[in-house]
RNA sequence: GCGCCUGUAGCUCAGCUGGAUAGAGUAACUGGCUUCGAACCAGUUGGUCGGGAGUUCGAAUCUCUCCAGGCGCGCCA
């Protein structure tokens, strides 16, 4: 159950009889301070103010008609007109009874598809930190639609068309064609860029070999299917190892689109939004004009003729949209692309290509940034692989393995090792607003201490460790019942999973669930520390039992949305 | 030039449709392991929320302006 929103409802619908107006909002939130209860209705005084009442006398009425005693133990009225709600201990001990702890949250019966665009990497170029960030925040996004009940379909746009493949075939002409060559593909690349830059002839065959490729050359299309089959290689061994849900058959390249292109142009030119500049056909829309009347054209089709990343997002738009019949498709895809995709988008739903009802939304994230918080770059001007980071999280973390427990095997600490390096990477990333740009730093994504994955593996652990010591059955009914401070922040906490799943879902901050987990792990830690599980007796032992249980659940269902793994012993 | 984003404690960041005394982590300091795992817990210190003006019962949040940084703006993706 949601309970912040049947307050809010409740509330809401009682601030509307009293004023005869339909769409007064209570505005319910958590209260920010355990003083002023669990929940606060914030919305009284707004509306004291548009019926020129008393706020305190309107809060009192309001609270006269309130029928909250199932959920209530005290409702105060605080402030200028604040209305503190204290949830009861027994609405609470009943509610974390009746909890289904194979679901925990209600799924959703509504059967939207949602459509997702995230990770996009490029053939032939290594995957690098700068990736890291789409990759985590859209499999945690989507993870999240799929457990929900939701119909998501995955996208990897990935980015295997355009002019620098000429230049990757004509060096691979050169080298006789040995594939072996491609193991390292960023060295390859790198070797093609230096000879397309130094020399002039090369780079002239490589213009011509793009021409041949676009024109379907067999022996140019079989030496670029190569370096798609080496990239998605590569790409799949780093999802693997950073526990991302993407496969093979999630991957819907940019060539994907290329005979759906004239299409779109023709569908554009029949609509009459097609204007020439320049020689380009370009899109003009009022709304990207300025003050001066200059108009900001979406380009479509270039003077030669050739297509463009607009183009090529239109037809992906299409295909979303009227094939896999999408009700939301969400881009996961760097800040810096807000315009092309406000543009693409107003041009799709414009030209009818999306439907109306279907919504369109980029989840952009911040750029990344070096430590003196300019743009990242190593001294050698290149980025971090993300393989490299992998491996050092890793490293890390498995000589803080063998320091805390020496005893354990070597594979042992080398399985552990791998979890909390990861989770500490992926963590690090989730547990910022995707919005604001970040800063790339080792030892921050790489710390083990504080609030980062490893903390709320740690809760999991201990919680585990009760179980197996006790020789109990983390999986048995136990009988809850609240009683002490700690034991009711820690069940309120595990009730309100449901709230922030749903938030999740409406505005795509990962962020909120990293909090909101790291909040839980800190409830169950002093819990923890008051309440003592093992050496307690009959039914409050059976209920705390049942406490860690739900703990334990709640904590691996959270970290699993966000693609973390738990461990039982760390 | 136009537009978008960012500016909160020494550092890294939260702060939800405007709400009460601006919160965490980290660093520094204090206390807690013969007691369910100290990767922990309890506590102390630390902030003119970039500056200024405005809107209002109330502003980190909305508006304007200035400063600083980042990014994007016709044939790359």
Known sequence: MNLKHILDQQISQVLSE???????????????????????????????????LNPKELAEKVNNKLELSEFAETIDIAGPGFINISISKDFLTKQLNLLDKDQLVKKSNDKQIVVIDYSSPNLAKEMHVGHLRGTIIG????????????????????????????????YMFEQGGATTKLSNLETFYRAAKKRFDDDADFAAKARENVVKLQSGDEQCLQLWKSFIDISI???????????????????????????????????????????????????????????????????????????????????????????????????VVDARQGLHFQQVFNVAKLAGLADEKCSLEHLSYGTMMGKDGKPFKTRSGDTIKLIDLIEEGIQRAYTLVESKNPDLSKAEKQRIANVVGISAIKYADLSKNRNSDYIFDWDSMLSFEGNTAPYLLYAFARIRSIFKRAQLDADAEYKICIESPEEKVLALKLLQFTEVVEALLLDCYPNQLCLYLYELAGNFMSFYEACPVLKSEGEVMQSRLGLCQLAALTLNQGLSLLGIETLDKM
């Open 18 to 52: 009293i004023s005869g107006d339909p769409t007064c909002q209570a505005i319910v939130n958590h209260s920010k301070s355990a003083q002023f209860g669990d929940y606060q209705a914030n919305g009284v005084m707004a509306l004291a103010k548009r019926l020129r």
């Open 233 to 331: 290689l590569h790409c799949q061994e780093l999802y693997k190892k950073l526990n991302i849900t993407l496969t093979e058959n999630d991957v819907v390249p940019e060539s994907f689109y290329n005979d759906k292109l004239a299409g779109i142009i023709e569908t554009l030119d029949k609509q009459g939004l097609l204007t020439e500049s320049d020689g380009a056909r370009c899109v003009f829309l009022d709304e990207f004009k300025n003050k001066e009347g200059d108009m900001l054209p979406t380009i479509v089709q270039k003077s030669d003729g050739g297509y463009l990343y607009a183009t090529t997002d239109l037809a992906g738009i299409e295909y979303r949209c009227q094939t896999l019949h999408a009700n939301r498709v969400l881009y």
């Open 139 to 170: 499999d945690a996004i989507a993870r999240t639609f799929e457990w929900m009940g939701y119909r998501l379909i995955r996208q990897n746009h990935f980015g295997d068309w355009g002019t620098q493949f000429g230049m990757l075939i004509t």
